[in-house]
């Protein structure tokens, strides 16, 4: 992989946007920024490569390779997004069940390069299928136990990287909704949202699309 980030910027509309979120990134890391005026090559290896994502649009072909092809994280900075370089925190979805070891990985190093930002990692879980039948309704110990041991599944998951990144500070959060829903209620005033992708999956994904699709902060897409 080449320490450098990759943007974009189309024939008619420079995505002021976007090359600015990109350009704050390159100076976080220290490496060099490349502006792309035609397709991504197809061989491209980088640090990340951060594209516009339009509400016209919210599902993009990522410059004419289909997302499978694509080994570094991408990250899609909203239209009319405007300054966001000071926003205070990196959101992480996380599944707890199915970790993306890169995604947390990715997260991790970029709440500590914006240097005391903190790291929000959202867990989604679902009550079993059998739960809305029950005759008397969800006993309320019953889901406390489920809860508890969502926490602990992430925990559990997280603790690796807390070791590694022990100067991050990190917000654990388990939230009874779908993962879209769970990441988009922590991340409207974020820095960032992370997401991982499966290496299984061609396109992008129901999850990031939905993400995708109501996003307000830039999101980062991470292939396994």
């Keep these: 992989m080449e320490p450098v980030i990759l943007t974009h910027t189309g024939p008619s509309a420079p995505g002021r946007d976007t090359t600015g979120w990109a350009t704050h990134e390159a100076r976080l890391r220290d490496v060099p920024l490349r502006v792309l ?40 900075v909203p239209e009319g997004l405007g300054p966001s370089h000071h926003r205070p925190d990196v959101v992480l979805g996380v599944d707890a069940r ?77 939230r009874l909704f779908t993962p879209a829903e769970a990441v988009l209620r922590c991340s409207t005033h974020t820095a960032l949202s992370v997401i991982g992708r499966s290496s299984r999956t061609a396109g992008w994904g129901a999850v990031t699309q939905s993400l995708l699709a109501g996003t307000t902060c830039p ?3 991470v292939p396994s």
């Design 98 to 174: 199915d970790p993306a070891p890169a995604a947390i990985d990715f997260a991790f190093g970029c709440a500590r390069v914006r240097g005391g930002s903190r790291l929000h990692a959202v867990h989604a879980w679902q009550l079993p299928p059998d739960a809305p039948r029950l005759p008397f309704g969800l006993p309320e110990v019953d889901r406390a136990t489920w809860e508890d041991q969502e926490v602990q599944l992430l925990a559990d998951v997280l603790r690796p990287w807390r070791a590694k990144y022990a100067e991050v500070q990190v917000l654990e959060d388990v």
């Design 219 to 221: 999101v980062a897409v």
């Design 37 to 76: 005026r035609g397709l991504l090559p197809a061989t491209a290896r980088a640090t990340m490569i951060v594209c516009e994502l339009r509400r016209t649009a919210p599902v993009p072909p990522l410059l004419g390779l289909p997302p499978a092809t694509v080994s570094a994280p991408v990250v899609l």
